[in-house]
């Protein structure tokens, strides 16, 4: 899919990736609805999108069904059909799992798994009526391995992989591409306002966050994804190997998050 002159929504768009994405998309020449809960952010946002033709902002709760069901119509009502889905809106968690809240547990999944599941559901129906479309999902390579003291984040973001997996080959013969996108350590502002145990905000930013990828870097190899046709795609530094790990040697990645999952526990207590 080219991208330019496609009407494209995107998830979370009020900071971090889903801002760099934003702005990639509206120098691709893209028309843009932006989503995310916070209706002054995402002003913000939209002011740095001038390049596209046409940006409107949706403000939207992904764990309200009720505003998920209405969003869809509102969604064509501003931009028309929508070309490409970007399920971005995420939230992440520092706390081990023995001390972690059921509630915390399912706040991770309602954002990052039964969110993107809703709204995908929502405008999948019309992709396939016309017989072509784009959905992409913002997973992590928290989605691929396990991240001690992310157990929540984890469980919701290798769902939203599986999830993916199974729905791409029941819409490719239809028109429509599916795109995983797994990065590793960004730079953004993620761990702020990850989970603690209680349900609370980290509110601080790890080292390996601050020493991550940029987000527009995520953003630009997402846009390129989509052109060539990529079904999955991996972005960051060295903690991506860990995913090919798995696979060829996966007792020595095991010993290896042992040893991480030390460390992190010592720092945490």
Not at 171 to 199: E, M, N, Q, W
Request: charged share 20%.
């Amino acid at each position: 899919m080219q991208v330019a002159g496609k009407a494209v929504w995107i998830t979370g768009a009020s900071a971090g990736i889903g801002e760099a994405l934003a702005i990639a998309f509206a120098d691709a020449g893209c028309r843009l609805l932006l989503s995310a809960r916070r209706a002054d952010a995402l002003a913000r946002v939209a002011e740095r999108c001038a390049a596209a033709p046409d940006v409107q902002v949706l403000p939207l709760d992904v764990t309200d069904p009720a505003a998920v069901d209405a969003a869809l119509a509102k969604a064509e009502s501003l931009i028309g059909p929508i070309d490409v889905l970007v399920n971005n809106a995420g939230v992440t968690q520092r706390s081990s799992a023995a001390k972690t809240d059921m509630a915390v547990y399912r706040s991770l999944m309602e954002v990052n798994y039964f969110g993107a599941v809703a709204l995908t559901r929502a405008v999948l129906p019309g992709m396939l009526e016309r017989g072509q479309g784009q959905i992409v999902a913002m997973s992590s390579v928290a989605g691929k391995v396990g991240a001690p003291l992310r157990t929540g984040y984890c469980g919701a973001k290798h769902a939203l992989v599986g999830y993916c997996d199974a729905l791409r080959a029941e819409v490719h013969d239809r028109g429509v591409r599916v795109l995983v996108v797994c990065p590793g350590f960004v730079k953004t502002d993620i761990s702020y306002a990850a989970l603690k145990a209680d349900g609370s905000a980290h509110a601080t930013m790890d080292d390996d966050q601050a020493a991550g990828v940029p987000a527009e870097q995520v953003a630009a190899r997402t846009l390129r994804a989509i052109e060539q046709g990529d079904e999955e795609i991996l972005v960051g530094g060295k903690e991506t190997l860990a995913v090919s790990l798995k696979r060829v040697a996966p007792g020595l990645l095991n010993k290896l998050t042992r040893k991480v999952a030390a460390q992190r526990m010592d720092a945490q207590d």
